[in-house]
């Protein structure tokens, strides 16, 4: 059973820092895993997309790793913005769609 | 292009009731999906459709039912509604490109639903 987990659960950084964000799955069997970002009280918008034959994807000052081996994969934010507060969620793709619980990233002014 | 679509938007139901959620999505896509997300718990997969005419229990099935009534719809049914199905319920639907794992994935604005 695939299980997805993202560490850490909140995190609060200030404004301009740079920032990593963990995410980690047990079945490397995967088609793609994907990033998102959800803001309070909205639905969920897609940021990155890694196919599995790939190893990393960039937009902007994002940009996403995947390392199947080891099941993991990270997701970069560069000079970080007080608009970048949201939770950010990765999901697996095999037969279905699997998601971790979301990291909540608070960038303090 | 209206994307997915969910009705309704908001719901209350007492205990015991029991109400449909619809998703309908106009891409043409062969996979739909059932989540609900509870504060602090990510996305839940409750059932998903891999094509038309086939159905799949996600990781918390019980207490719903679902019906991929054609390529288009794919429903949630909540026979007798309890508190414990107070939650915001989304549909996705995606298109996968099994030979190079290109996807996206599309969600609904989701459905806020209260049960008392």
């Known amino acids: 059973k695939q299980e997805v987990t993202q560490i850490p659960a909140a995190l609060s950084v200030p404004e301009g820092e740079n920032l990593v964000l963990n995410c980690s799955f047990t079945?490397?069997?995967?088609?793609?895993l994907q990033w998102f970002r959800q803001d309070p009280g909205k639905g969920l918008t897609s940021l990155l997309l890694?196919?599995?034959?790939?190893r990393e994807q960039t937009s902007g000052r994002l940009n996403a790793s995947l390392d199947k081996s080891s099941g993991r994969s990270t997701l970069y934010i560069a000079a970080s913005q007080p608009g970048d507060s949201a939770t950010y969620l990765c999901?697996?793709?095999?037969?279905?769609?699997?998601f971790g619980k979301g990291t909540r990233l608070h960038i303090l002014p | 292009n209206a994307g997915v679509t969910q009705t309704p938007k908001f719901q209350v139901l007492k205990t015991g009731q029991s109400m449909t959620l619809q998703c309908a999505q106009d891409?043409?896509?062969?996979?739909m999906y059932w989540y609900r997300q509870d504060p602090g718990m990510g996305l839940r997969l409750i059932y998903y459709?891999?094509?038309?005419?086939?159905?799949d229990k996600g990781e918390v099935p019980n207490g719903y039912n679902v019906s991929r009534l054609n390529k288009r719809e794919f429903s949630l049914r909540l026979e007798s509604a309890a508190p414990s199905q107070t939650s915001v319920y989304f549909c996705?639907?995606?298109?996968?490109?099994?030979?190079?794992?290109?996807?996206?994935?599309?969600f609904g604005s989701g459905t806020q639903l209260s049960v008392l």
């Open positions: 999901a697996v793709r095999d037969d279905k769609i699997i």
């Open positions: 890694i196919q599995s034959s790939q």
């Open positions: 459709s891999a094509s038309e005419g086939t159905t």
């Open positions: 891409m043409n896509h062969n996979s």
């Open positions: 079945d490397s069997a995967i088609y793609n």
């Open positions: 996705a639907s995606s298109a996968l490109d099994r030979g190079h794992g290109n996807e996206k994935l599309f």
